[in-house]
């Protein structure tokens, strides 16, 4: 089993609980938080790894084909560890705004479980 660290969703940094502890989590959940992570990673943000990340100042941002798009996404979400499918996939782009819903099968602790992702990125 693995697990990674909690993020707070207020800032998406490393949640620290009342008693100054950091918090972990596992399972799904730590599925649906690498998703999100890996959702924010831009395309050749990190140098040691230049191909990794969502092009989306290169290819989504201002796209008209917006099945590119999904196509784009769908495969960063399906490269997460632990994810299974996609059972269903819904984005929206207004402006500058992303606006991604889905419903996603991982292999979670109990066995495979359905997650739903809910993520509003602001480009």
Not at 14 to 30: D, H
Request: aromatic share 8%; with cysteine.
């Amino acid at each position: 089993m693995t697990m990674t660290w909690a993020l707070s969703p207020l800032n998406n940094d490393c949640f620290i609980n009342q008693f100054g502890q950091l918090q972990t989590v596992y399972g799904a959940e730590e599925v649906r938080q690498r998703i999100g992570i890996a959702l924010r990673h831009y395309w050749q943000e990190y140098f040691l790894n230049v191909p990794a990340g969502v092009p989306w100042y290169e290819l989504i941002l201002g796209s008209r084909d917006l099945s590119m798009v999904e196509a784009l996404l769908r495969k960063e979400i399906l490269e997460v560890p632990n994810v299974l499918s996609i059972m269903t996939f819904n984005v929206v782009i207004q402006n500058r705004n992303v606006n991604i819903n889905t419903v996603v099968e991982v292999s979670g602790i109990n066995g495979p479980q359905m997650i739903d992702i809910i993520e509003a990125i602001t480009i």
